[in-house]
């Protein structure tokens, strides 16, 4: 259980009373709770219970361009990949009622023309399917932007009950080789990058500066340096109980050995004008 409790300390006797309200009787003698502050994705929830509302990242506003670029999204493992995602809800995610005034038992995972997806009963999905799905967009988008964090936190490897935070989904981002697509003020919050400088009106050329490095140059050679390195990495080994090992590759060595460029690229002729000379030359 998760809840954000109004707090009255009594300073003179040391102790803090917190208003618990219906939730007391969930809580027992000796009992040891956790308090923490209210992180900033929180400000603005009432008091009490906090529902489980999924990554918070994913309700970001700020993000909400890169969980719809076509790369992340591909990335992530493409329109089949959040199909599969939204096919493990286990509710109707339709806040209104089906043809006939309920729900039925019987679900379906409906797929829009641009590769969403969101998870009906067949009443909701017959009643949704001739408007295009146009009134559930908001579901639809919520359920991206928290298919492309979870997946990030699985690929990461962290916990079921993590909350990916800002510099985690960049980093993802960095191995995935999609940095372009985060915004420029939102990697701001975790890294000091230099103010874009707007030049305008008549200046001077000596005021010009070719060498100084915008925002979003650092951040293309902070992944340039973090790909060089991770070509070098060697892929995982798992031992599997009962049989030999087993070395299984996440895919990130060849997607940055994709993205790494060749120094020379050598084309060859297998019939080269040479061959037709009178004293042919194959070499």
């Not at 970001?60 to 493409?78: C, K, P, T, Y």
């Not at 690929?155 to 993590?162: N, Y």
């Not at 400088?197 to 005021?207: F, H, M, P, R, W």
């Not at 997607?255 to 070499?283: F, I, S």
Request: with cysteine; glycine share 8%.
């Amino acid at each position: 259980m998760r809840a954000i409790l109004t707090a009255f300390p009594q300073n003179g006797a040391r102790v803090t009373l917190l208003k618990s309200g219906n939730l007391t009787n969930r809580l027992r003698d000796g009992q040891r709770i956790m308090i923490c502050d209210v992180p900033r994705q929180l400000e603005n929830t009432p008091a009490g219970e906090i529902p489980d509302s999924g990554q918070w990242l994913a309700q970001d506003e700020a993000l909400q361009s890169f969980f719809s670029d076509s790369r992340v999204i591909n990335a992530a493992g493409g329109p089949e990949g959040l199909s599969r995602w939204v096919s493990r809800i286990p509710d109707c995610q339709c806040a209104g009622t089906g043809a006939g005034g309920d729900h039925v038992v019987n679900l379906t995972t409906a797929q829009t023309q641009d590769g969403g997806a969101v998870r009906l009963c067949h009443a909701c999905d017959n009643v949704h399917y001739m408007k295009g799905y146009r009134d559930l967009s908001d579901i639809i988008t919520r359920n991206r932007a928290e298919w492309i964090v979870d997946y990030a936190r699985m690929s990461l490897r962290l916990e079921r009950e993590h909350q990916v935070t800002l510099p985690e989904l960049f980093c993802w981002a960095v191995l995935r080789g999609v940095t372009d697509a985060i915004p420029t003020n939102v990697i701001r919050r975790f890294a000091s990058l230099p103010e874009d400088e707007v030049l305008t009106g008549t200046i001077k050329e000596a005021d010009i500066n070719p060498w100084q490095l915008s925002a979003r140059q650092t951040v293309q050679i902070v992944e340039k340096k973090a790909v060089e390195g991770i070509v070098s990495i060697p892929p995982d080994i798992y031992t599997v109980p009962n049989a030999k090992k087993l070395i299984k590759d996440s895919g990130l060595n060849e997607t940055a050995a994709g993205r790494a460029k060749p120094v020379l690229v050598l084309a060859a002729n297998d019939d080269p004008p040479a061959g037709y000379m009178r004293k042919p030359k194959m070499q």
